[in-house]
């Protein structure tokens, strides 16, 4: 049998499994069905206080309980459940035991305040507490269980002991981008020939009282709280910021004829990849809007498509007024006159701002639009910005026909990747 | 297993061509290079008591960061990292030179998260002492934390910062999980280069080791050399490590690449390797460590180890023992003179590697126990090898270009 290769001689990457998890709920199934009815996730915290805060709506993930919490607890639940659904889906190896290594999109763990509070009453009596203070309790093996905890690592090691990924798993930052990147590795690696499959995983779990004053302070967030499900406002003139919000998504990607050689149904095909970073600034992009003009430009040329074979736009859109304005400086321009007639929806508007899950669950519910046909639509869009005249498939999903997503993901730090998914490999 | 090898088409030869240093012995290759010909050690057993940690030699970071607006934007460990990357870049006569870096890869291993410790020690102490509502952590954040420290804390703002700084643009990716982060940062850097996915890039990483914060993380588990400084090779049976601030950059590119531009080599990356063992029993470290061997090619004659052995038990005496396994080579422990830089003790074993089969000699022992011994041969080839404290294990080979 001659092997399959893509137009550039290259193994085809198809999704033969996937998983997620929202604020809308758990799995595939619940998360299409509310999404395309245009609901929303959002929520007003119930978590930990938030008396005192500007923002208080959030798209946390309340009904997975994590007891005690930790942000590192409750990325590593959504990630296991995620996992679980897309290798079930998917069919691949046996329990335990997946064929592939594993890339995995996390939060940047660090210690958290459950672990200083309990510090801190070991220090007990009167003594002033400080990080000495903490450091002299802190060893002797008392709290050994913190160190596994809030190693960077230990979020993928979990996984890839559960889950019996080979070889050294991968953990990765790239801010709002981290979901994208993780794929990207795997196609990365498929295409190299050095796996015939990858696990594709990007979880958070960040809704904590100091990541979202972290966030509040560099006036990142919506402030609009009532009512909550109004609050992340895509494309509108009247938004104000993103809304923190949880999940995970989980792709089991395949070199194409390994995937029909085992008979897996094939649920689309990632077609292309394309990063470019951006130098201007820590927050803002490049006013020039060049960085993601190259990065979507570089996406097409690793798919060998033209701009016009893009029939729907999954975007960034997070709400905020810098982000929005630049994706469309960066969209139009790439797509020209053309850009008023493409479809450019946000699932934000609904899930909010999954932070470092973000690129994989938006790739899910590309892949989702791919097979069903229908594009989720930008909810909560009554005021539009005539500076931005996409066609945001506004408040009602739509059926359309499309062949060809791309999925759009930047972050703080200059980060910038894009994602082309077909329903078919292409044909060339 | 993690393997470089690409079974597409005859992977494309990567060589390293620049190295930027920075550490608690010295900044720059020279100044690396007599530091360690003369065996110097830096560590401060005060600051920190008990805990020993090496802190990082005097440093002009205006040298390769110009802006102190962007100084004052970032930690030390973002400095120190966009300082070491600045040297990398020069070393390769590749500083300011935009057609490159605007493709050039970037693959960052971070750690991150630094904190201000005076705010957690109020929010503590207002809960201590009991005057505190569980709304007043909010308060105090609110009004405490400085806006910009989160750019200070997120992982991937050392790649940001090297973008801001020296313009690399190609691509950036942080990649996170202590040890083995820095050994998978060259893995996939190799790979994508072997592949012809990437001509060029930069790989590296970077710790601020005297920080209170993250020495609790380790405290946690009783990692922490403390009282007086030992050895790598004298740390047992209690074992530990004393962090050390430094980072350490690679550029790596395609011999085509390089030579078209006529670039110097320092070595060829051969290969790198890398697996996660779980370590659930006495001898699973030494058996990883024993296949990664194997998958990395039978060593020719004069092959030197540098390894990035921490200290830490059970994990250092696993690696003694395959390292006992295959006698005749000798040993060279970064953790004695550098102390355990943590995501970047892999890329310094590699830059020292490269820097040492550059200069046609290893550098000299440094080992009262006598494991480590000297050699007056010229080393063909250096195996680096990067056992995590606690997971992730890795090796690479380094070879001479003559």
């Known amino acids: ?428 | 297993m993690s393997d470089t090898a690409s079974t597409a088409k005859q992977p494309a030869e990567a060589w390293i061509t620049g190295i930027g240093l920075a550490s608690s012995l010295a900044e720059g290759l020279d100044a690396h290079w007599q530091a360690l010909a003369e065996r110097r050690i830096n560590v401060d057993d005060k600051s920190f008591a008990p805990c020993v940690v090496h802190p990082l030699a005097p440093i002009s970071f205006d040298q390769q960061i110009a802006k102190k607006g962007d100084q004052r934007q970032m930690e030390a460990w973002q400095r120190i990292g966009t300082y070491a990357a600045g040297l990398a870049l020069d070393s390769a006569g590749l500083k300011g030179n935009k057609d490159v870096l605007s493709r050039m890869d970037m693959i960052v291993a971070a750690g991150g998260g630094e904190r201000d410790l005076a705010v957690d020690a109020a929010v503590l102490n207002d809960q201590a002492k009991g005057n505190a509502g569980p709304a007043a952590i909010n308060e105090r954040l609110m009004n405490d934390l400085r806006p910009t420290l989160f750019l200070a804390q997120l992982s991937n703002l050392l790649a940001g910062n090297i973008a801001i700084v020296h313009g690399v643009t190609g691509s950036s990716r942080t990649f996170m999980g202590e040890e083995a982060a820095g050994v998978d940062a060259v893995r996939i850097a190799l790979a994508r280069i072997a592949a012809g996915q990437s001509d060029v890039a930069l790989v590296g990483a970077a710790q601020n080791g005297e920080r209170k914060d993250q020495l609790l993380l380790y405290e946690f588990g009783d990692y922490n050399l403390k009282d007086s400084y030992a050895p790598v090779w004298q740390r047992a049976p209690k074992g530990g490590f004393a962090l050390g601030s430094g980072g350490a950059f690679l550029v790596i590119e395609s011999r085509a690449h390089a030579e078209a531009r006529g670039a110097k080599p320092f070595a060829r990356l051969s290969k790198v390797v890398a697996d996660l063992s779980h370590r659930k029993a006495p001898g699973d470290i030494t058996a990883t460590l024993d296949r990664l061997w194997t998958s990395l090619g039978a060593p020719k004659s004069n092959t030197a180890i540098i390894t990035g052995a921490t200290g830490a038990e059970p994990a250092t005496a696993e690696e003694r023992a395959f390292l006992q396994s295959h006698p005749g080579m000798p040993v060279r422990a970064t953790g004695t003179m550098f102390g355990h830089i943590m995501e970047t003790q892999f890329p310094l074993g590699i830059a020292l590697a490269a820097l040492s089969l550059s200069r046609g000699a290893l550098f000299p022992a440094n080992d009262p126990t006598g494991f480590e011994t000297e050699t007056t041969e010229q080393p063909n080839q250096i195996v680096v090898i990067g056992a995590g404290h606690w997971r992730g294990e890795g090796m690479a080979l380094v070879e001479a270009i003559n």
């Open chain 1, 1 to 428: 049998m001659t092997a399959t290769r893509d137009k550039f001689g290259r193994p085809i990457v198809a999704v033969t499994g996937m998983g997620v998890i929202t604020s809308l709920g758990a799995g595939l199934a619940e998360n299409w069905s509310k999404l395309t009815a245009g609901q929303s996730g959002l929520s007003t915290i119930t978590r930990f206080p938030t008396d005192g805060l500007k923002t208080t709506v959030a798209g946390t993930v309340d009904f997975v309980a994590v007891d005690p919490f930790t942000s590192t607890d409750l990325g590593e639940r959504l990630a296991d459940l995620a996992t679980e659904e897309a290798i079930s889906q998917s069919g691949i190896g046996s329990k335990g035991d997946f064929p592939g290594p594993l890339f995995l999109a996390v939060a940047p763990v660090e210690t958290e305040w459950t672990a200083r509070e309990q510090l801190a009453k070991a220090v007990g009596g009167d003594a002033e507490i400080d990080y000495d203070a903490l450091l002299r309790v802190g060893g002797g093996g008392r709290f050994a269980h913190f160190h596994r905890r809030f190693l960077f690592g230990s979020v993928a090691d979990h996984l890839a002991e559960t889950f019996g990924t080979k070889g050294s798993p991968i953990s990765l930052s790239t801010a709002c981008a981290s979901g994208a990147s993780a794929i990207q590795l795997g196609v990365e690696a498929i295409r190299r020939g050095e796996t015939d499959a990858a696990l594709c995983v990007a979880t958070d779990g960040s809704v904590n009282a100091e990541a979202l004053i972290r966030f509040s302070l560099l006036s990142a967030l919506s402030t609009q709280n009532d009512p909550p499900q109004a609050a992340s406002k895509p494309f509108a003139k009247n938004r104000d910021g993103f809304v923190m919000a949880e999940g995970a998504g989980a792709l089991v990607l395949e070199n194409l004829d390994a995937a029909k050689a085992r008979g897996a149904k094939i649920l689309g095909v990632i077609v292309g990849c394309g990063e470019l970073a951006d130098s201007f600034h820590r927050t803002r992009s490049s006013p020039d809007g060049k960085p993601i003009i190259g990065c979507v430009r570089n996406a097409l040329a690793d798919a060998g498509l033209a701009p016009e074979q893009i029939d729907y736009i999954n975007a960034h859109g997070t709400g905020t007024p810098e982000n929005d304005k630049m994706e469309y400086l960066g969209i139009s321009t790439v797509f020209g006159d053309r850009t008023p007639s493409i479809p450019v929806s946000s699932n934000k508007s609904m899930v909010g701002h999954t932070l470092s899950a973000a690129g994989a669950v938006e790739a899910i519910f590309s892949l989702l639009t791919l097979e069903h046909q229908r594009i989720p639509p930008t909810i909560n869009y009554d005021v539009p910005d005539p500076a931005i005249p996409f066609d945001v498939v506004p408040n009602k999903a739509r059926d359309a026909r499309v062949t060809a997503v791309m999925s759009n993901s930047f972050g703080f730090g200059g980060q910038n990747a894009s994602l082309i998914l077909t329903r078919e490999p292409l044909s060339h």
